[in-house]
């Protein structure tokens, strides 16, 4: 999985040996009936600059993308709940994580917000985790990141969340699939979105 990684780093344009350890290098062991993932998050020098790379990843492998024209990725219309100023925000390092992608199945990200402890919301290291899975986002379909804030440039300022979801038709070669990334309201609920959680290191 660190290949993996690293490697989508690389075609970014970036060497991964640049980037300093948070934490430690050797990846989390999680039983996989668990539904636990681990995903190696790395962190470009701003917050939209990660974003751009983690969908350019997914682009790829996907092979579709379609992305809402009003989703900028500048500081002024995307950021992190627990970070509105970017100030906590740890350019040029990476991190294992651990992330439950099924975790909230059918609630909110108004709700999962508020009965949830800040440092556990799920943000953009679950773009990396479906970039480093592909099979997690083709099972679970959807996910809305309740640690992302968004604004759309669509002259309404309304603050909603970052949701990736995904489409598949069709079998073996033949399959047609598309990830899309858009805002989304963060009242909205239904029983295909999930709000991925971090897991805390045993």
Known sequence: M??????????????????????????PDHDSSQGIGAA??????????????????LVGIYKNGSRSRYLLSDSAHLWDLRDPIHRLWRPLTREWVSINPAARLGESVEWTRADSKPHLLGGIETLALAAQHPDLLRQRLSFSLPAVVCVLDDGRSLQQTLCLSYLGEGEGEDREELVVLEGCPIQRANKVWSCPMRVPPR
């Open 40 to 57: 190696l998050h790395y962190r470009l020098p701003t917050f939209g600059q990660s974003v751009e790379m983690l969908w350019e990843q």
């Open 2 to 27: 660190r290949e993996v990684a690293d490697n989508q780093v690389r075609r970014a344009g970036f060497n991964p040996e640049e980037f300093a350890w948070i934490g430690d290098a050797t990846p």
